[in-house]
């Protein structure tokens, strides 16, 4: 079957909302189409050369973000926080570690949500369900639950200002490791995490003041100064999808311009499925979330279906099994995946295989579950002989008590305290750079 970037209509497409006005969808996605793409293809193809440097086990992987991107709040400041907390986790991995950490946020796109059941019933009453603010509103009305098709340019509008910021920071002197000090979020500072933060941030600023000494002009490196901050989200509304693909002038491939990278999900991977064929035709490097319940033969099937040249940086697998099931889970996919000879980066995902709902209703993870599954999938790569590639995680830069434990403690009776995603439980600012700290020292280890 030939290739375009509608050959996925003529497949079933899971987890698609059911739009009550497909004209309007017609409409929406022409006016997408029309509109500049997000990124382009020479940022992709830079993001597909770092990640085969993660699959030759010379880098590191951090992705992170929110569960759901919310249209509100979106302000400056949610934005500034997720950066500042993906950077330093990323200082502090590179410079424990000694690894190139390769930065990927799931943020500028990240706002639609698979989900188990099409509906949700409260006190007798059955609505759509919630997926994600691309889609329809999380409160529980009937007009807030009907899919409107409208959302999906809010959702093109907002991702493009969200990548504007980003590029603005991480290009325009915010990223500077001169300004390390400066990430710190105020509510984190006080935490044994935010101490030990700001002694890595003293050795860091030590050691460029030696280098200055030395007659290097650290003012002047861009290396020192800018990051590479790339996009991501799952590929899950194809009409969006589509609408912002384009070919590229200079080598007639295609490109999806809504982010750098797209991952496949747990629940759209089947190999004669609407998802993988959209993606297969697309030059972004792509991301594979695999559970348990995926077998070795049909993970192979779908790596070479995705990337039939083998070629480097194109697939990242994501291992989402849980802390009980990744010790018995990974080694056979690991062992079917090196025998058939595929290249790919192997990444954990330590959070969505560790969820479960507390006594009051409220879903969460435990810091320990997600410590130990990373920490089982380091232990199961090093004896297998592969590169513990990366991290895959949810996470916000604000105070939220939405996953128990971590340092600072945060307990069932706290979750209620503030717990603001509206999706799956996030990372405080305190437990990621705590989980960052361990993983560098997995790294060194
Ligand atoms: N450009 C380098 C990198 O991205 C070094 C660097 C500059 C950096 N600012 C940073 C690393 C902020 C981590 C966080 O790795
Ligand atoms: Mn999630």
Redesign the pocket.
């Known amino acids: 079957m030939t290739w375009n970037p509608s050959s996925w209509r003529t497949l079933t497409a899971h987890q698609q909302p059911s739009w009550p006005d497909a004209a309007h969808v017609d409409a929406v996605t022409a006016e997408i189409s029309s509109l500049p793409a997000l990124v382009f293809p020479g940022e992709i193809d830079r993001l597909r050369a770092d990640l085969a440097r993660v699959a030759d086990g010379h880098a590191f992987l951090l992705q992170a973000g929110d569960c759901a991107e919310t249209f509100t709040p979106n302000t400056e400041e949610t934005v500034r926080e997720k950066l500042q907390i ?3 986790m ?2 502090a ?3 424990a570690a000694g690894v ?2 390769v ?1 990927v946020g799931r943020i500028a796109g990240q706002f639609a949500k698979p989900r188990t059941d099409d509906t949700e019933t409260r006190d007798g009453i059955t609505l759509p369900i919630f997926r994600g603010h691309i889609v329809n509103d999380d409160a529980f009305t009937a007009a807030a639950r009907q899919p409107d098709a409208g959302r999906l340019l809010r959702g093109y509008h907002q991702s493009a200002a969200t990548l504007n910021l980003l590029r603005s920071f ?1 290009k325009g002197g915010f ?3 001169t ?2 000090q400066a ?1 710190n979020l105020e509510f984190v500072e006080a935490a044994s995490e935010g101490q030990r933060y700001k002694q890595l941030a003293d050795e860091i600023e030590r050691a460029l003041r030696f280098m200055r000494a030395c007659g290097i002009d650290t003012t002047g490196a ?8 790339y996009s991501s989200h799952e590929a899950l509304i194809l009409p969006y999808e589509e609408a912002l693909t384009r070919r590229d002038a200079v080598s007639g491939d295609w490109y999806d311009g809504s982010a750098h990278t797209l991952w496949l999900g747990n629940r759209t991977r089947q190999l004669n499925g609407a998802h993988v064929e959209y993606l297969r035709g697309i030059r972004n490097p792509l991301g594979i979330k695999v559970s348990d319940n995926i077998t070795p033969a049909d993970l192979v099937a779908l790596v070479r279906h995705l990337n039939p040249e083998n070629e480097h940086g194109r697939i990242t697998l994501i291992s989402r099994m849980g802390v009980n099931k990744i010790a018995n889970g990974l080694p056979p996919l690991i062992d079917a995946i090196s025998a058939a000879d595929l290249s790919v980066a192997w990444a954990c995902d330590p959070m969505h295989g560790n969820t479960f709902r507390a006594s009051s209703g409220l879903k969460t993870r435990n810091f320990d579950d997600i410590l130990n599954e990373v920490k089982i999938f380091f232990a199961v790569h090093r004896a297998a002989g592969t590169w513990p590639g990366g991290l895959h995680v949810e996470l916000t830069g604000g105070d939220v008590t939405e996953c128990l434990g971590g340092s600072v403690g945060v307990s069932e009776a706290d979750l209620a305290n503030n717990y603001t995603s509206i999706c799956d439980p996030r990372l405080n600012a305190a437990q990621s750079l705590d989980l960052a700290f361990r993983v560098a020292e997995f790294l060194d280890a």
């Open positions: 993906i950077l330093q990323a200082v991995l590179t410079y190139p950490v930065k991480t990223a500077d490791l300004q390390v990430w861009s290396s020192l100064r800018e990051v590479d901050f």
